[in-house]
């Protein structure tokens, strides 16, 4: 079974911190991990992706960091903000063959950035 | 956004009475795709569509069923809507870039099965 494991299920941070949301999958057919964010009444929206050819992905303050041993990958929120306070969702999925495009997603993490 | 529109954003029905959701998108995107979003599941795959015509089932598609006859709307239709049923449902659409697809996702339409 196709599965993305997500932790932790909620998050609280103070401003300034670092937050950090792990995942885990069991596909090794996966090669597309993207990061996903999303406020209150939204849907959710792109933040930021890998593919296992690199260990670690950085964009302004988020950072993924790849393990493809251990088949774990990681979003790093550095200086976290009270902005940040949303929910993220990781996600895999199999680029090749007749995907289509589908995405296995986390289950969320709901992350607080207090002031 | 993409360009994706759902309708209604809001809907409150009865058990047993069928209901369609629409998604509609403006950029010719070939893939689509249907969520449901509950607390504690994630983003659940419902059904998706590949082109024209062309659907298929997702992980939780049980009571759902699709129809695509124009490549900018997708519906989502819940036969006999029930109380189970009651959720936030979001459409998306993959951009590929490469071996990479990019799903974008819509507003949400919040439905309620009383």
């Known amino acids: 079974q196709q599965q993305v494991k997500q932790s932790p299920q909620s998050l609280i941070v103070q401003k300034g911190g670092i937050s950090i949301i792990n995942c885990a999958y069991e596909n090794t057919a996966f090669d597309y991990f993207p990061w996903y964010q999303q406020f209150p009444g939204k849907g959710p929206a792109l933040l930021i992706a890998i593919r296992p050819d690199v260990s670690e992905k950085k964009e302004g303050r988020f950072t993924i960091s790849f393990n493809k041993s251990a088949k774990q990958f990681s979003l790093h929120i550095m200086d976290s903000q009270p902005g940040d306070s949303a929910t993220y969702f990781c996600a895999a999925l199999n680029a090749g063959g007749t995907s289509y495009g589908k995405l296995t997603f986390g289950q969320g993490t709901i992350l607080t950035v207090h002031p | ?114």
């Open chain 2, 1 to 114: 956004d993409a360009g994706i529109t759902q309708s209604p954003r809001h809907k409150v029905t009865e058990t047993g009475t069928p209901v369609t959701l629409r998604c509609h998108q403006t950029e010719n995107h070939r893939y689509m795709y249907w969520y449901r979003q509950d607390p504690g599941h994630g983003l659940r795959l419902i059904h998706y569509s590949y082109g024209v015509k062309d659907t298929d089932k997702g992980e939780v598609s049980d009571g759902y069923s699709v129809s695509r006859s124009k490549t900018e709307d997708f519906l989502l239709t819940l036969e006999s809507a029930t109380s189970s049923q009651t959720s936030v449902y979001f459409c998306a659409i993959s951009v590929v870039a490469g071996l990479s697809y990019e799903q974008y996702f819509g507003p949400g339409t919040r439905l309620t099965v009383t």
